[in-house]
C-alpha cells in the first residue's frame, strides 16, 4: 500500500459550496503549504438524533455529486490521491458513536434493522461517487462504536459496497477499539481514529501494531490531529478541552506523532483532521485559533517537513 499522507477537507460543507470561489484556493494552500498526496473528502448524512432509524442524504446541509466531482476534478489536477468518506452526524449534538438500539427486537421500538437499511443507501451513495470519481479508497464509517459489534450488518453492507465500488475499502474505527472490531477481514485497510495523549503515544502505537498484524491488513490513521488549546495535547479527542490558545501544545502533539509514524512502517496512512473548504482563515490569523486546523501554525511546518521526509523515506 502506497503511503498516504492526507489531509481531511470540507467537513460539514453545504450544497453547492463548489460553487463558490475559495475552495479551490483552500484546497491549494493545503497541498502546497503541508505537502500532504492525499485528500479525504467527507460525504455526511444526518439524523435526528442516536436512536433514529431515519437518514437524510438529500439535504441542503449535505454536499450533492456535482461537489463532489468538483472536488475530485481539481485535486486530481494538483496530483492528490483520493479518499471518500460516509459520515453520519447526529443534529441533537450527540456523538455518531452512541448510535445504538436494542440488539433483540422489541415491537414499538426503533431497530437496528431500519437503521442499517438506511445506513447502507447512503454508503452506496457515496461508494457511487467513489467509484464515478476513481477514488482510491472508500471508507465505509466513522467512529460508530455503538454498531462495531453488528458483524453480519456490517458484512452485509460492505458486500453490496463492493458491487459498486472497484477501490480498497477501510473502515474507521474509534480511538482504543483496533483490536476490538471482529470483522476486519472484511474491509482491505484497518483504520482508526488517532487522537491519543502525547505520553501514551508509544504504547498505543504497539497495541495497535499488535492488532495489525493479527488481522493481516495494512494500517492507516483515517483521523489524527490535535486542537491549539492549551492542554490538548494530553486529550487530543476534545476540542473543548483546554485553555484558551496555545499553538505549542499542538506542535508538540504534530513533532511526537509524526516521529512515531515515520519509525513505524506498519503505519501506511494518515488522515489529518481538519481543513476547512470555505471557511479557512488568513495565514496570520491561526495563532489565534485554537481548532485542529494547522495552516498558520507551527504544527504546519512540522507536517511539511514531515512530508518531506515520507517522501523521501517511504
Not at 479525504?40 to 432509524?53: D, G, M, N, R
Not at 486546523?293 to 515520507?310: D, E, I, M, Y
Request: hydrophobic share 40%; net charge negative; proline share 5%.
Amino acid at each position: 500500500m502506497e503511503f498516504l499522507n492526507a489531509y481531511t477537507y470540507g467537513f460539514c460543507e453545504k450544497r453547492g459550496f463548489t460553487k463558490k470561489t475559495a475552495w479551490k484556493q483552500s484546497l491549494k494552500l493545503m497541498a502546497e503549504s503541508t505537502g500532504c498526496n492525499a485528500v479525504i473528502l467527507p460525504v455526511c448524512a444526518w439524523q435526528e438524533h442516536t436512536y433514529s432509524t431515519a437518514m437524510d442524504s438529500d439535504h441542503p446541509d449535505v454536499m450533492d455529486e456535482a461537489d463532489v466531482r468538483a472536488v475530485c476534478e481539481f485535486a486530481r489536477g494538483l496530483g492528490l490521491k483520493l479518499i471518500l468518506k460516509a459520515m453520519v452526524n447526529c443534529r441533537d449534538g450527540y456523538w455518531r458513536a452512541y448510535i445504538r438500539f436494542f440488539d433483540a427486537p422489541v415491537p414499538t421500538e426503533p431497530g437496528w434493522e431500519a437503521w442499517f437499511d438506511a445506513w447502507t443507501a447512503h454508503v452506496c451513495r457515496v461508494a457511487r461517487m467513489a467509484e464515478q470519481n476513481r477514488a482510491d479508497m472508500l471508507c465505509v464509517g466513522c467512529e460508530m462504536v455503538g454498531t462495531d459489534h453488528r458483524e453480519a450488518d456490517w458484512r452485509r453492507l460492505i458486500g453490496e459496497v463492493r458491487q459498486l465500488y472497484r477501490g480498497p475499502i477501510s473502515y474507521n474505527c474509534d480511538k482504543y477499539q483496533e483490536d476490538r472490531v471482529a470483522w476486519w477481514d472484511a474491509v482491505d485497510v484497518i483504520s482508526s481514529s488517532g487522537y491519543y495523549p502525547i505520553g501514551d503515544l508509544a504504547r498505543q502505537f504497539e497495541r495497535i501494531r499488535a492488532a495489525s498484524e493479527a488481522a493481516g491488513k495494512p494500517f492507516m490513521f483515517m483521523e489524527c490531529g490535535c486542537p491549539s488549546r492549551g492542554g490538548s495535547e494530553h486529550r487530543p479527542n476534545d476540542w473543548r478541552y483546554g485553555r484558551g490558545t496555545d499553538p505549542e501544545a499542538q506542535r508538540a502533539w504534530y513533532a511526537a506523532f509524526t516521529e512515531l509514524v515515520a519509525a513505524s512502517p506498519f503505519v501506511r496512512g494518515v488522515g489529518w483532521w481538519d481543513w476547512p473548504a470555505t471557511r479557512l482563515n488568513p495565514e496570520f490569523a491561526g495563532a489565534d485559533d485554537n481548532g485542529y486546523c494547522t495552516w498558520g501554525k507551527p504544527a504546519n511546518q512540522v507536517l511539511a517537513g514531515f512530508s518531506r521526509r515520507c517522501g523521501a523515506d517511504r
